[in-house]
T-cell receptor, first 115, second 115 residues
Framework: NAGVTQTPKFQVLKTGQSMTLQCAQD?????MYWYRQDPGMGLRLIYY???????DKGEVPNGYNVSRLNKREFSLRLESAAPSQTSVYFC??????????????FGPGTRLTVL | DQQVKQNSPSLSVQEGRISILNCDYT??????FLWYKKYPAEGPTFLIS?????DKNEDGRFTVFLNKSAKHLSLHIVPSQPGDSAVYFC??????????????FGTGTQLKVEL
């Protein structure tokens, strides 16, 4: 039981390049989330998927797209990377289903640098 | 507009003593509050939570107190151990309109437990 896994762990891009961050969970969770963490700031929600087949914007979605490939996998795509997207990206998942004690579990993160 | 604030970026405590980490929030609609612990190069790990209808929740060495009238919560760690040295994030939960739950994070407090 690996929990939430993310690939790659590190990536360096040049401005304008594109890439996809991968996330998978093996906990049979319904909901998945993408966050970014910047120095001096808390984690901020980029996009989320409440259940398979649905995706919605979070608080900082500009410059990103997502795909909920199946129940296990949720990818984040940067179409044209910008230096402002240099950050650490975390994927998370939760059971949801309306449970009052729903808790999010996080992956180890992807450290992205855009030059 | 920061809805969840952790005003102390760092805290240093001696081993065996109590660590108290504080968090303030502004939005009365949050229904759950959570604490996450984060080690370097790892994702946040869920530690403890409290419902907005409770004022205390205890789990081993960790206790969270909620003061709704003051919109303030705190995490107490007793006794503190060197392995507790990490960044602690306070998070407040709101329900997303599309389903799933949204966590709003504070900026974190770096706890250092010294021998």
């Amino acid at each position: 039981n690996a929990g939430v896994t993310q690939t790659p762990k590190f990536q360096v891009l040049k401005t304008g390049q594109s890439m996809t961050l991968q996330c998978a969970q093996d906990m049979n969770h319904n909901s998945m989330y993408w966050y970014r963490q910047d120095p001096g700031m808390g984690l901020r929600l980029i996009y989320y998927s409440a259940s398979e087949g649905t995706t919605d914007k979070g608080e900082v979605p500009n410059g990103y797209n997502v795909s909920r490939l199946n129940k296990r996998e949720f990818s984040l795509r940067l179409e044209s990377a910008a230096p402002s997207q240099t950050s650490v990206y975390f994927c998370a998942s939760s059971v949801w289903g309306g449970a009052s004690t729903d808790t999010q579990y996080f992956g180890p993160g992807t450290r992205l640098t855009v030059l | 507009d920061q809805q969840v604030k952790q005003n102390s970026p760092s805290l240093s405590v001696q081993e065996g003593r109590i660590s108290i980490l504080n968090c303030d929030y502004t939005n009365s609609m949050f229904d759950y509050f959570l604490w996450y612990k984060k080690y370097p190069a790892e994702g946040p790990t869920f530690l403890i939570s409290i419902s907005s209808i409770k004022d205390k929740n205890e789990d081993g060495r960790f206790t969270v107190f909620l003061n709704k009238s003051a919109k303030h919560l705190s995490l107490h760690i007793v006794p503190s151990q060197p392995g507790d040295s990490a960044v602690y994030f306070c998070a407040a939960r709101g329900i997303l309109t599309g389903g799933g739950n949204k966590l709003t994070f504070g900026t974190g407090t770096q706890l250092k437990v010294e021998l």
